[in-house]
């Protein structure tokens, strides 16, 4: 059974920093491409960032591009996000997802497991 657990959530201040952890279980970890999305309330899931199954090669949202850094560690099998001088407009559910079969890595249906997500609050 695959389960992705997140941890490192919480209520934060603007410009505060979090590492965000997702710790993987009952899949072949390094032969999965591993996201992260965010859903804000009222809002649609979002893209934040992904990482190839050796690290070598990440991707990110345009709009997270330069705050946002996603890792991983093969063996340990966990994926971090690292995410800097956080915004109110950063306050979602943050969610890790894992796919073998992933393309872009973009899209939240190429991803085929996904964790329950872990709740960031930033108050202003």
């Known amino acids: 059974q695959v389960q992705l657990v997140e941890s490192g959530g919480g209520l934060v201040q603007a410009g505060d920093s979090l590492r965000l952890s997702c710790a993987a279980s009952?899949?072949?970890?390094?032969?999965?491409?591993m996201g992260w999305f965010r859903q804000a309330p009222g809002k649609e899931r979002e893209f934040a960032a992904a990482?190839?199954?050796?690290?070598?090669?990440?991707y990110y949202a345009d709009s997270m591009k330069g705050r946002f850094t996603i890792t991983r560690d093969n063996v340990k099998k966990l994926v971090y996000l690292q995410v800097n001088n956080l915004k109110p407009e950063d306050t979602a559910v943050y969610y890790c997802?894992?796919?073998?079969?992933?393309?872009?890595?973009?899209?939240?249906?190429?991803?085929?497991?996904w964790g329950q997500g872990t709740q960031v609050t930033v108050s202003s």
């Open positions: 990482i190839s199954r050796t690290g070598s090669i990440t």
């Open positions: 997802a894992a796919t073998y079969n992933g393309r872009t890595y973009r899209a939240s249906r190429e991803y085929l497991y």
């Open positions: 009952g899949l072949t970890f390094s032969s999965a491409a």
